[in-house]
């Protein structure tokens, strides 16, 4: 059995490093720092869980008619990829925005708040399998 791959998308100083338990769970990890980054690996290789930090566009737009960083990854993923697991970490202040990715039919494996725990991360990683 090959091990599952989980692809860390890493845009701020706040985003966790969740290697050692990754490691722990017999994943193998990859990290980019961009979404569109990330959309280019989903093109080409299988995988298992992204963990990606949200971003709400309070003034300003990503890309014409989203409001998020996330609406294009979730967009790819449906075409692309579409039983990858997403894990969304989010601030307080962005947690009430989450909603504006239910434009994008595309399910979230789990929120997590921050500041955010191995342990909370390690419990969506047991509800994969």
């Known amino acids: 059995m090959s091990s599952l ?4 998308i890493v845009e701020s100083p ?4 969740f ?7 017999g994943m193998t990890e990859l990290r980019v720092n961009s979404i569109r980054k990330a959309v280019t690996l989903v ?3 299988s995988i298992d869980l992204i963990v990606v930090e949200f971003f709400y566009a309070y003034s300003t ?12 990854l979730l967009v790819s993923l449906i075409k692309y990829s579409p039983t990858t697991k997403v ?12 909603d504006v990715l239910d434009a ?6 789990g929120v997590l708040q921050f500041p955010t725990s ?3 991360m390690e419990v969506l990683l047991d509800e994969m399998n």
């Open 104 to 109: 994008v039919d595309y399910p979230l494996h």
């Open 43 to 45: 093109k080409k290789q």
């Open 19 to 25: 290697s050692s338990l990754y490691q722990y769970k």
């Open 5 to 8: 791959v989980a692809l860390s």
């Open 118 to 120: 191995s342990a909370q």
């Open 61 to 72: 737009n990503y890309s014409g008619i989203y409001k998020s960083n996330l609406e294009v």
């Open 87 to 98: 894990v969304v970490l989010a601030k307080k202040k962005g947690i009430k925005f989450l």
């Open 14 to 17: 706040l985003f966790p490093d």
